[in-house]
């Protein structure tokens, strides 16, 4: 049986200034730079930063601890106007 493709339809767009209004990031604006349209949600630079310890590969390299953006879902964020940091009222 043929799986039919749905299009999954999001307010925000890759590149757009948003603020995030609910959850431990509260109130930080940032920049989107991933939009993950399966699982509705968007990687926004410079927040909700986890860190991944990397454990030592085979050649010898030692471990590493890196720092990552986590995807915050698109109903925890509303569209920033682009010349100020006040956000649209309407979620769009």
Known sequence: MKMKKTNIKMHIKK?????IISGRE???IGKIIKVLPKSSQVIIENSNIATKHLKAQKNGNSG???RI????HI???IQCKAHS???IEDRI
């Open 15 to 19: 590149g757009e200034t948003v603020k």
């Open 26 to 28: 509260k109130g930080k």
């Open 64 to 66: 590493q601890i890196i």
């Open 69 to 72: 953006e986590k995807p915050i």
């Open 75 to 77: 109903s925890n964020v």
């Open 85 to 87: 940091n006040t956000s």
